[in-house]
């Protein structure tokens, strides 16, 4: 089963103006999902369930002491948000969303196994954060 990322831009959510200053000026919300499960949620119209990742900034800081006080930042922020999202499936085919990965294949017995497994791997690996603004809103590599 194939999964990809999909960031939301989430800096409206943050108040503090200087703190987004300090986050390159943008503030992301990062999720996966694959486009080979569609859920019905109450409605005729699918959706694609999004598993949330986190937050990241659009860039950090060199200082090392003021990049490790906005990640914690990010991070006591994102437990405040859903694990799961609904979202339909023609508003995120058409999204102006950036695409971090080219869809990449796990293995698993089940959508759910597959799912943890995807997650667990983007989740884990750093390069997540450093992609962001590699494509411009609207591009796509479907």
Sequence with gaps: ???RTFAVESTSYYLDEEFVK???GKIWSLYIYTNECRTFCCELTPSYEQIYLG?????LPENELETEEIESA???SGLQT???MYMHCSNVDRFPHYHFSDWIDFEG???????????EFFGSNQFLPTIIGANEPGETDA
Excluded: H, P, Q, W
Aim: with cysteine.
């Design 1 to 3: 089963m194939k999964f």
């Design 22 to 24: 300090r986050c390159g």
């Design 55 to 59: 937050e990241f900034a659009n860039s």
């Design 74 to 76: 990010l991070l006591e």
């Design 82 to 84: 859903d694990t799961v």
């Design 109 to 119: 017995d089940n959508y759910e196994e597959a799912r943890e497994i995807a997650s």
